[in-house]
Structures are given as C-alpha cells and as structure tokens.
C-alpha cells in the first residue's frame, strides 16, 4: 500500500519549510521541492509549476522519468537532463506542471520506483489543481523503457507518451531494464502495439546512438504503425545516446501536439 504525506518547499534547493495539510491548489511556481512517502519512507521530488500568467485553470502534467546517471536521493537531478533544462529557460511561458520523481539507486523505473513516480504524479496532480484528462508520460533512456513500463501498469491513465532513446528488449550489458508486462510475449512490439492501441505516441531516438539502438524504437515504431496506432518517429540522424537534447528542445512542434491530446 502507497502512503502519501507531503513537504513542501519554497523552490528548488530550499530547506524544507514544514509538513502537515496541504490546500488542494497550492499556489506557487517554479521549481518546488515536495516529498512522497512510500512504504513508510520519504523520498524526494521536484515539480515544475507553472507561472500564474502561463497557467490554465486545469493545467496539464507531464510526469519525467529521468535516466540511470540521475537516480539517487536528492531531488534534483532529475531536474538536470531532459525535459528540466528546456523548461528552466522558459519558466515564464511553458504551460504545463512537470513532475520530476527520482528512482532510488540500483532501481529502474519498476517496483518502488514506479510506485515513486505515481506517487509523486497524485502529489503534484491535487496540489497544483492538474488536469487528469491531460496527464502525459515521457522519459529518456532508462526512462525511455520506464514509459512502456508505467504505461502498461496504467493504460487509461496517460493521454500521450513520448518515450526517448528507449526500447523494449534491453541492451546486453543492462539486462535489468526488461518491460515485465510484456515478458514472454513472442512479439513485445505487437503486444505492446496492441495493449497501447488508445494513446498517442510520439517516439524520439539518435540514428548514432551506441547505447541503446535505434533498431529498438524503429521496430516499436514499425509494429504500432502496423496496428493503425497513432505514432510518430522522429530519428535525429546525428544524434548519438543524448537525442534529449533535440527531442526536448529542437521540437517546438512537439508541445504543440503534446497539449492536444486527451485522454480517450
């Protein structure tokens, strides 16, 4: 059973100021540094919340899962790669809260980690007044994988997904990084084409990357196109592992389509 008690603190980097009720629409912006409690441990977050003047009455949320260099236990790294850099310099016109959850070390986005990060979405969801029929999940890497993961653990949950430099069957030297739901599934791509047939998928990789093959999220993307799913597949033909980079940030049209969607 998750168990949820929230600190919240004034920004990024703070102290923490106390703990007790939280209103149901907390009002600051920025980056917040609030805590989870799972399984009667504290873990800590970030989320981005909008500045008032870019905030809709029901903002949507996009929940962040970060790569393996990112885990740990302070908070703030996740904030460091990824969607957190493009968002710091636009702090005063992106719309959408963005939930930063950090997997412990030694985990990926499974187990207590995945029960981090939904945690961590409840949280930032009711505090800020989220829009559940605009919940959107991306991640890189490590989090790249942990989007099919969190996905098919909730199917109804998320409007999009916008996996990066992720895969289904994991490279050799991280074996760890399998997608249980689709275990001894003859073909992962079509299971997972198949159970994910309602959600908009937008799916970003780097035709260099010496990582995690580009293979992987073209033959995801083969199979969901395959299945008359509603993907997309941007290759980014000189980029290597950190396809983040361009995905995130030389996307503009990516947020645009992103804020679109709703859940069906």
Not at 10 to 17: D, F, K, Q, R, V
Not at 125 to 136: E, K, L, M, S, V
Request: charged fraction near 20%; charge should be negative.
């Amino acid at each position: 059973m998750i168990r949820v008690w929230l600190l919240v603190g004034m920004s990024a980097g703070s102290a923490l100021s106390g703990c007790g009720s939280v209103p149901s629409r907390v009002q600051e912006s920025g980056f917040i540094e609030r805590t989870v409690t799972v399984d009667a441990r504290d873990y800590r977050y970030r989320v981005f919340v909008p500045a008032a003047g870019a905030r809709e009455a029901r903002a949507p949320v996009v929940l962040f899962l970060h790569g393996t260099g990112e885990r740990g236990s302070d908070g703030e790294k996740p904030t460091r790669v990824g969607i957190g850099p493009y968002v710091r310099t636009h702090t005063d016109d992106f719309p959408a809260i963005v939930v930063f959850p950090q997997a412990p070390d030694g985990y990926d986005w499974k187990g207590l980690a995945a029960d981090i990060a939904f945690a961590a979405l409840d949280d930032a969801t009711r505090a800020y007044g989220g829009d559940p029929d605009r919940t959107y999940l991306t991640g890189l890497s490590m989090g790249g994988y942990g989007v099919w993961e969190l996905a098919l653990m909730q199917p109804q949950r998320f409007a999009a997904l916008v996996p990066v430099c992720g895969g289904l069957p994991p490279p050799p030297a991280q074996r760890h990084l399998f997608v249980p739901p689709l275990h001894g599934e003859a073909d992962p791509a079509a299971a997972l084409a198949q159970r994910l047939k309602h959600v908009p998928i937008w799916i970003f990789h780097g035709a260099k990357d010496d990582v995690v093959p580009p293979r992987e999220s073209r033959e995801i993307f083969e199979a969901l196109k395959a299945a008359d799913d509603d993907v997309r597949y941007t290759e980014f033909p000189d980029a290597n592992h950190n396809s983040w980079d361009p995905a995130y940030s030389q996307t503009p049209t990516l947020w645009e389509w992103l804020f679109a969607q709703r859940r069906k």
